[in-house]
């Protein structure tokens, strides 16, 4: 089977700063793989570059097989059509209404406003959100309300492979799990491909049908949650179980 994202020997560096250092790994289509990893170590930078928003240095990124760092402009777009994205942040346009944020990409695609926007409206009422909010800037909601503005915006197209950085930080336990259901039920039942980045490891154990760490610019391990406890790596044990001792560092950060 082909797989939805195929990542060979990414590399990636700012300046003399160097991110990957070669990152390798198969995501299959349907699956929900979680990447877990300390703050800095280019979780964000390696999900920008499957996205075209950083370019990588060297390697290769096939989406269904074909390699999207040798893509023209339109071909990028056609496989660009493909992803949705929660971005860490939740990063909306603070001049349009909600609603006009989840239909964003809708309209830029060409769907009729008025079609967009029940869409937009459908999907607000998926991540929790009741109709009024549609109307209401981003400015004008908590920072969890956004998240899920932020979520419903990133499904709403139905793509085929969605982008999740960090979709529970900063919201309350019960809120977070509700997104962890969404994005389970988003890969169990719209047949989605999920590669989501995360510190919260209940998180990281529930949505994902594999983690892996990265550590120094590579993919160091990767198993099932049940085995992320006990992994037996050294690096993984300490991220997991949040010891300050260990052999990962805290590094000064440039
Ligand atoms: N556009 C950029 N220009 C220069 N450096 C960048 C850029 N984007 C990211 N970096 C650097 O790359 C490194 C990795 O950043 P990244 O955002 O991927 O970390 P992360 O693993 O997502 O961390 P966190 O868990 O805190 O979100 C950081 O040192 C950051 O400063
Ligand atoms: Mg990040």
Request: with cysteine; net charge negative.
């Given at each position: 089977m082909t797989p939805k994202i195929r990542l060979k020997d990414v590399h990636k560096s700012f300046g003399d700063k160097k991110v990957l250092t070669g990152v390798s790994f198969d995501i299959m289509p349907k699956e929900s793989v979680v990447v877990i990893g300390g703050s800095g170590t280019?979780?964000?930078?390696?999900?920008?570059?499957?996205?075209?928003?950083?370019?990588?240095?060297?390697?290769?990124?096939?989406?269904?097989?074909a390699d999207v760092?040798?893509?023209?402009?339109?071909?990028?777009d056609a496989a660009n059509n493909k992803f949705g994205m929660l971005f860490q942040g939740a990063a909306l346009f603070d001049s349009l209404p909600v609603w006009e944020n989840v239909a964003f990409g809708l309209i830029q695609r060409g769907m009729k406003r008025k079609e967009a926007k029940d869409r937009a409206m459908d999907t607000l009422g998926k991540v929790g959100l009741a109709p009024e909010v549609g109307a209401l800037s981003p400015s004008e909601l908590s920072g969890g309300m956004q998240k899920r503005v932020g979520l419903a915006r990133a499904i709403a197209g139905e793509p085929e492979i969605v982008f999740f950085d960090e979709p529970t930080t900063g919201l309350d336990p019960i809120m977070a799990d509700v997104i962890n259901d969404l994005i389970i039920s988003c890969v169990r039942k719209?047949?989605?491909?999920?590669?989501?980045i995360t510190h919260d490891m209940h998180s990281a154990r529930k949505i994902g049908d594999r983690i892996t760490m990265l550590y120094e610019g590579k993919l160091?391990?990767?198993?099932?949650?049940?085995?992320?406890?006990?992994?037996?790596?050294?690096?993984?044990?300490?991220?997991?179980?949040?010891?300050?001792?260990?052999?990962?560092k805290m590094q000064l950060r440039r």
């Open positions: 280019g979780k964000s930078v390696l999900i920008k570059c499957i996205l075209g928003i950083l370019q990588a240095d060297s390697g290769a990124i096939e989406v269904d097989g760092t040798h893509m023209t402009a339109n071909q990028r719209q047949g989605i491909t999920a590669l989501s160091i391990w990767v198993g099932k949650p049940e085995e992320v406890e006990h992994s037996g790596n050294a690096y993984v044990d300490q991220f997991v179980h949040g010891k300050a001792e260990g052999p990962i």
